[in-house]
């Protein structure tokens, strides 16, 4: 009976020893496991983000694109038609009017118009885009704004002209021509505004 008992403690002596090797095992293989894992949870997350970058930079290279025949007009008076498409005639009607006549922009072709925002509870005109046939026509536009200083219609000698900017960069110009209407106020003489930046000197054409 002791010979038995001393064999079972063998036994359960080797079974002790065996699962705890075999406890070690699995530990190792779940550690070796979780990282793969881990790793390659890491590896997607960086193809995700670096493909959200790439998605984004296409995004922007699109709208800069289709932004580059774009101008918007300010302070053009909006229809009081009910229908949408009679409201967008006349706004056509507008800028045709206001391009040929007033700016001496006859060889232009308007690809679209459309008002910006929510129509405003002050009853302020919104802001219109224009899409243009081409880049050129639009810096005929641009160009040829300065012919609005000499308009004896007060309605239109009111509208303002300019290129269609990403929100960040007209932020950034609301920001120069601040600073530059700050200058002036204070009789700093020689400041304007050239392609986004503010500069001091004897001014050129083609500022916008």
Same mark, same amino acid.
């Given at each position: 009976?002791?010979?038995?008992?001393?064999? #079972? @403690?063998?036994?359960?002596?080797?079974?002790?020893?065996? @699962? @705890?090797?075999? @406890?070690?095992?699995?530990?190792?293989?779940?550690?070796?496991v979780t990282n793969t894992?881990?790793?390659?949870?890491?590896?997607?997350?960086?193809?995700?983000?670096?493909?959200?970058?790439?998605?984004?930079?296409?995004?922007?290279?699109?709208k800069r694109e289709k932004r580059k025949k774009n101008v918007v007009l300010y302070d053009v008076p909006e229809s009081s038609q009910n229908?949408?498409?009679?409201?967008?005639?006349?706004?056509?009607?507008?800028? #045709?009017?206001?391009f040929e006549t007033s700016l001496r922009v006859r060889e232009c072709k308007i690809e679209r118009v459309s008002r910006l925002g929510r129509p405003r509870e002050d009853n302020r005109s919104r802001p219109m885009l224009v899409q243009l046939r081409s880049e050129d026509e639009k810096w005929s536009i641009l160009t040829s704004a300065k012919n609005l200083k000499h308009e004896t219609n007060p309605e239109k000698k009111k509208i303002g002209i300019s290129k269609d900017l990403a929100k960040e960069e007209r932020d950034a110009e609301k920001r120069v021509r601040q600073e530059l209407y700050e200058k002036r106020s204070n009789g700093e003489q020689g400041w304007y505004v050239k392609n986004g930046k503010l500069y001091r000197g004897q001014a050129t054409r083609n500022r916008f």
């Open positions: 009976m002791q010979g038995i008992t001393d064999k #079972n @403690e063998g036994i359960d002596e080797r079974v002790k020893i065996i @699962e @705890e090797k075999m @406890e070690g095992r699995d530990e190792d293989i779940v550690d070796k894992i881990v790793e390659k949870i890491e590896a997607v997350d960086i193809v995700q983000k670096t493909a959200e970058v790439v998605i984004r930079h296409i995004e922007e290279k699109e229908e949408v498409q009679s409201r967008i005639d006349d706004d056509l009607s507008r800028c #045709n009017d206001l």
